[in-house]
């Protein structure tokens, strides 16, 4: 057990519909990372959080997903108007520092995303 | 070309054997390295990191650095059937706007009895 929960597990949601994934980081971590992960292939960045700031975020983060961390604790990704090309496994990592190589990177285990 | 690149395997090895996995990567100021094992359906898994040229030792398994290459490894002996995963490697790059790990596509290993 990481620390890091996700919620939900799993999510099918029909084609149109929008979906709302959160992520609680271990407690005392600031720093906040999404990635998706599609079956084959390894996982990709689309944003990260210090603190309540969104600091950088991928050209894959297209205008549909939004993502927020109030207050700096617990994270949400939204996406709206879902096609099937969003279906993948939605990872969550946390880390203290931003360097792995001064502190670990947590990986939560992941909310996997149908689209139907 | 890819950061990151990795082949995808499947890469088969009979229990008790030595896995080697490979890895290259493209940009010259990745800073640190790591590999991590994925099972089937799970979150990734970090089980070993290395940052400095040379070999890193942790049990049975063995990272290799080759900065200049570009090139890391990861070997796995006496391989067991429940290393059988797939193992991803990832690139770290301390940039004021790359803060973040990039990850090759991972090989899948298969451990057979």
């Known amino acids: 057990d990481t620390g890091v929960s996700q919620d939900p597990r799993h999510k099918i949601t029909k084609r149109g519909q929008n979906v709302t994934f959160r992520c609680d980081p271990i407690?005392?971590?600031?720093?906040l990372y999404w990635y998706r992960q599609t079956l084959g292939q390894g996982p990709e960045f689309l944003t990260y959080?210090?603190?309540?700031?969104?600091?950088?975020k991928s050209r894959l983060l297209s205008d549909r997903f939004s993502a927020e961390r109030p207050k700096g604790s617990f994270s949400t990704l939204e996406i709206q108007r879902t096609e099937q090309g969003d279906s993948a496994m939605y990872l969550c990592?946390?880390?203290?520092?931003?360097?792995?190589?001064?502190?670990?990177?947590?990986f939560g285990p992941g909310t996997r995303l149908t689209v139907t | 070309q890819k950061e990151v690149e990795q082949n995808s395997g499947p890469l088969s090895v009979p229990e008790g054997a030595i896995a080697s996995l490979n890895c290259t990567y493209s940009d010259r100021v990745s800073q640190s390295f790591f590999w991590y094992r994925q099972y089937s359906g799970k979150s990734p898994e970090l089980i070993m990191s290395i940052y400095s040229n040379g070999d890193k030792e942790d049990g049975r398994f063995t990272a290799q650095l080759n900065k200049a290459s570009q090139y890391v490894s990861l070997l796995i002996r006496d391989s067991q059937p429940s290393d059988s995963a797939t193992y991803l490697c990832a690139v770290f790059i301390l940039t004021g706007g790359g803060n973040k790990l990039t990850f090759g596509t991972g090989t899948q290993l298969k451990v057979e009895l």
């Open positions: 990592a946390s880390s203290l520092v931003s360097n792995p190589t001064t502190g670990g990177w947590y």
């Open positions: 959080f210090q603190n309540e700031a969104q600091l950088e």
């Open positions: 407690s005392e971590h600031n720093r």
